[in-house]
């Protein structure tokens, strides 16, 4: 018998374990237990492994070697600080989101004594400092710098990311500070331009050195091999390598991954993004090509009531009402026709007005030369793969309909969605998995992922 | 005081006439300035936060499609209220529509807040000169 590799996403919800056969490139099991992270994580990760032992025989030396990612314990929650906020504030927001966090808190130019309160009543894990352009703004970023050195101690973690002739100024306001202040490069070096990767790479780091230990999860590393990234990090990762693949083996080409839970809606674009149009006029902060957004309003548990607002709007079926109520308080459905109707109404939309607030859009503004288009944001109407995760998308009775809220309408020509892309399933939720191999083993993980897609 | 001043440039408005501001950036990044290059249909308060950010010395804006007075009414306040009262403002370009008199575009945009207002065919090197000179009273350079 090959070696067994077990992969664990620890949810808020739900702890998910998939155990592989990497030699033979084969899925063994993948079972889901109730979450236990509040209380002690390693009770639901026992309960896990119980469950997984059900399916197939593991030894000590299997779950030993097993890695993790987690998005338990409120995720990584991150507050940024930046001076404009279409600019610095904005292009902070980007590359914390691309490293995976949730972004709990956003501030912009000179904080105030009361912001400063609302950021430590918020006990963020990390505060992202950005502000100026390298060479531009100053003043700014270290007066903010000397705020936060003030504060007490539910700021401990700040990552400076601005203007870099601030930072002789900036590391010695922190001198002898107790917090842990990492520097890194600026997120706007100048007008227009974004450099988000060092910046995703210290907040990674900073998760797995400090954050895991602070949040309980470090008691799971005694148990397993690891706890490596934050969970929307891997599926990030997943959605890189089957977009790009690897030297040997090519990808997918430019995609978008929806992944439908019980509190957020999360997108993520592998694509550049330039416009599909001649004449077309690009504004604003040119966006990364590897894009996460988060849609913290549209769950199908903790926060139903909004997509329940948002489906007044479209014909519902009968007792709809009821049938939320229920979904709200059960979870799991019963499969009769008006529930698994209700459910695929509500997952569409999550995924349709998710889709729709990540993509950019354009827009006609009257010239004396005639109508010009403006585009803001990506252009994803080119977008080959749209691949739908999570588990209301990937064990849903009609994963097709629910995808199909990705696409681009006739109707709203402005809204820059994909047009004729392949709709992909990630049959059996598996995309973290996929995320967490493809640092170790980039081909191994991408011919698992592209064999466990099924094509809708 | 600085050594390289930054300076903001653009195409106010809805004007989508990029060669002057391209021209013009080009001979500032010459003449030794640090150039943010904002480009064609640029809206004012762009102007503003860009300048904001790079903790802008200047913002020399371009327009030349005679809409320029609509676009930059107020702007000046803006500045203000912006936290930029001491950056230093030109507008130059096709001022106005039909036949006037420059002299009175001149009048108008100074009024409007505009340190220097330059017509179509200005000297780039005058221009450029008449800025070190401005920045210089500021002790901006």
Redesign the interface.
Do not use: F
């Given at each position: 018998m090959s070696r067994i590799n077990i992969f664990i996403d620890f949810g808020s919800t739900y702890t998910k374990m998939a155990a592989f056969d990497l030699d033979n490139e084969e899925l063994l099991a993948r079972i889901q237990v109730p979450s236990t992270v509040d209380v002690d994580i390693t009770a639901g990760l026992e309960d896990a492994f119980t469950e997984l032992s059900k399916e197939i025989k593991i030894g000590a030396e299997d779950r030993r070697r097993a890695i993790a990612c987690s998005s338990a314990a409120g995720g990584l929650r991150v507050v940024c600080v930046g001076?404009?906020k279409?600019?610095?504030t904005e292009a902070g927001r980007l590359a914390a989101l691309g490293a995976g966090a949730k972004i709990v808190g956003e501030f912009s130019y000179d904080l105030s004594a009361g912001e400063l309160d609302e950021i430590e009543e918020m006990d963020p894990d990390i505060v992202l400092l950005t502000?100026?352009?390298d060479?531009?703004?100053?003043?700014v970023i270290v007066r903010n710098a000397s705020l936060l050195a003030r504060a007490g101690e539910n700021i401990r973690n700040i990552i400076v990311a601005g203007n870099k002739s601030a930072y002789d100024d900036i590391h010695a306001i922190f001198g002898d500070s107790k917090k842990n202040v990492i520097f890194t490069k600026n997120v706007?070096p100048?007008?227009g331009t974004l450099n988000v990767g060092p910046t995703n790479c210290v907040i990674r780091e900073l998760f797995i050195n400090r954050i895991t230990e602070a949040k309980g999860i470090t008691k799971a590393k005694k148990i397993i091999g690891d706890v490596i990234m934050p969970t929307p990090s891997a599926v990030l990762e997943a959605a890189k390598l089957l977009a790009e693949g690897t030297t040997k083996c090519p990808g997918l080409g430019e995609l978008l991954v929806v992944d439908v839970g019980g509190a957020t809606t999360d997108v993520y674009s592998v694509a550049m993004g330039f416009s599909s149009k001649k004449a077309v006029?690009i504004?604003g902060l040119p966006e990364p090509y590897i894009k996460r957004t988060v849609e913290g309003d549209l769950g199908l548990y903790h926060n139903l009531v909004n997509l329940q607002e948002l489906a007044q709007a479209e014909s519902v079926p009968e007792h709809f009402e009821e049938i939320v109520e229920d979904l709200r308080r059960n979870r799991e459905i019963m499969y009769d026709d008006t529930r698994v109707e209700v459910h695929l109404l509500l997952s569409r939309l999550a995924v349709d007005t998710a889709v729709t607030r990540h993509v950019g859009r354009i827009e006609m503004?009257?010239?004396?030369?005639g109508d010009?288009p403006?585009q803001r944001g990506k252009d994803l109407t080119a977008v080959k793969n749209v691949i739908g995760s999570g588990g209301a998308i990937s064990f849903s009775p009609q994963p097709k309909d629910v995808l199909e809220g990705a696409l681009f309408r006739d109707t709203e020509q402005h809204i820059l969605k994909p047009i004729a892309p392949q709709l992909v399933l990630d049959e059996r939720n598996i995309l973290f998995s996929v995320g967490l191999l493809a640092g170790t083993d980039s081909v191994k993980a991408l011919s698992i992922g592209r064999k466990y897609l099924r094509y809708l | 005081m600085k050594e390289n001043p930054?300076v903001i440039t653009g195409t106010v408005g809805?004007?989508?006439h990029v060669i002057g501001t391209k021209v013009l950036s080009r001979a500032l990044r010459d003449a030794g300035f640090?150039v943010?290059e904002?480009g064609?249909?640029t809206p004012p308060e762009e102007f503003i936060?860009?300048a904001?950010?790079?903790?802008?010395d200047a913002i020399l804006m371009s327009s030349l499609?005679?809409?320029a007075e609509i676009d930059v009414r107020g702007f000046k306040e803006k500045c203000l209220e912006a936290g930029l009262e001491d950056i230093v403002l030109y507008i130059g370009g096709i001022l106005g529509v039909s036949r006037h008199k420059f002299a009175d575009d001149v009048a108008k945009f100074k009024e409007l807040g505009f340190d220097r207002v330059y017509p179509p065919e200005a000297d780039l090197d005058a221009a450029i000169e008449d800025l070190r000179t401005d920045l210089k009273a500021k002790g901006k350079l």
């Open positions: 001076l404009v279409e600019y610095t502000g100026g352009t060479g531009g703004n100053k003043k706007m100048e007008i006029h504004v503004i009257v010239t004396p030369g010009m403006v | 930054t809805v004007d989508a640090n943010v904002l064609a249909l936060k860009a904001q950010e790079t903790d802008a499609y005679g809409m």
